[in-house]
């Protein structure tokens, strides 16, 4: 299978997304994209965090935020942990929400154990009534056709192919809970240009 390493997926995210945008992440995405670089007031660092709670945050953000796009970055394992939350996104359909599956086909931050079969995430979400899925293998063709997925109608469902990081752990939290969950609240405040 071709893949594309997740660090380069996430940067066509930060370098795509407008600064009124909501990142959310947790698992393996929160740990790179923390790597990253410093955070914005609306990124939603996830964690600590249970596996597949990104997607159904994103839609409550989504739901309560419609002039924001929300991005929702979510691993396979993690989505296998929600599968139901792709039913209610359809059901719902924030034109604003795009959730990212990135797909390593392991379950990465509690030591790379196989994820179970080969689920083909961009059928799950066409069977759950998600009409724009998209899935990229290459980062070339992410780097291309990324900005045009990103900027469809949604709900949009993006599927990533992404290589496993042998040895990876999982993520630490960028602060206090509390303190982290009121500054988010103040930026989702502010006016939309």
């Known amino acids: 299978m071709t893949a594309m390493p997740m660090h380069e997926a996430l940067q066509v995210i930060r370098e ?22 410093p955070l914005e007031a609306l990124d939603w660092v996830f964690v600590p965090s249970a596996m597949g709670a ?8 989504a739901l309560a935020q419609p002039a924001r796009r ?10 296998l942990m929600s599968l139901g939350t792709l039913v209610t996104i359809a059901s719902e359909a924030p034109e604003n929400l795009v959730l990212v599956i990135f797909d390593n086909g392991v379950y ?5 154990q196989p994820s179970p079969g080969q689920a083909d995430f961009a059928a799950l ?3 759950s009534g998600i009409g724009a899925v998209y899935r990229f293998s290459e ?21 990533l192919d992404v290589e496993p990081m042998p040895g990876a752990r999982g993520p ?15 930026a989702l405040s502010q006016p939309v240009p």
């Open 139 to 159: 980062i070339g063709a992410w780097r291309a056709g990324g900005r045009d997925a990103l900027n469809a109608r949604g709900p949009v469902c993006i599927v």
């Open 108 to 112: 990465e931050v509690t030591g790379a």
């Open 16 to 37: 795509t997304r407008a600064a009124t945008d909501v990142v959310v992440t947790s698992m393996g995405t929160a740990r790179e994209w923390m790597a990253m670089g």
């Open 125 to 127: 979400a066409r069977a």
């Open 172 to 186: 630490k939290s960028p602060g206090p809970t509390i303190a982290r969950a009121k500054q988010f609240a103040d």
């Open 70 to 79: 929300v991005i929702a970055c979510n691993g396979d394992g993690s989505t």
């Open 54 to 61: 990104a997607p159904p945050f994103g839609l409550g953000v």
